[in-house]
């Protein structure tokens, strides 16, 4: 697939998600919960901002979008996600967070989620998965 054509399809989906976030009250959590629900990679990474704090199993790392997504897809193919709950959120204008626990590989995570909010512009800046 050409570069063009993802990137097309890429604005495509972030713009369809970002719709779906709006639709269900501005909850962007949603979405996100479905995808680490789902195990999906390619999808949560297209929330992420250009670089953001990763930290997986207490190896912490400031990472592209590119290094992070294959760190979270070697988690999710060590531990297959079997339910994501978001357990809080809360925020300020620009600035939003969300705790969750996630089933996985027969084990439970506690799941940190920070995102950067300015308009219609919603990135997650940091991704924290921890026992």
């Not at 959120?89 to 989620?113: D, M, Q």
Request: a positive charge; proline letters at 2%; glycine letters at 8%.
């Amino acid at each position: 697939m050409s570069h063009s054509i993802r990137i097309l399809l890429t604005l495509l989906f972030l713009g369809t998600a970002f719709a779906a976030a709006r639709a269900q009250g501005g909850n962007v959590f949603i979405p996100i919960s479905k995808y680490i629900e789902m195990g999906d990679s390619e999808s949560l990474s297209a929330w992420f901002d250009d670089n953001l704090e990763i930290g997986i199993l207490q190896k912490e790392s400031s990472s592209s979008r590119n290094q992070a997504k294959q760190i979270v897809r070697r988690f999710f193919e060590g531990y297959t996600p079997r339910s994501f709950k978001i357990t809080h959120t809360a925020g300020r204008p620009g600035l939003k967070y969300a705790l969750g626990t996630l089933n996985a590989g027969g084990e439970v995570f506690n799941v940190t989620i920070f995102v950067k909010c300015k308009d219609e512009d919603i990135r997650i800046q940091q991704f924290k998965v921890e026992r």
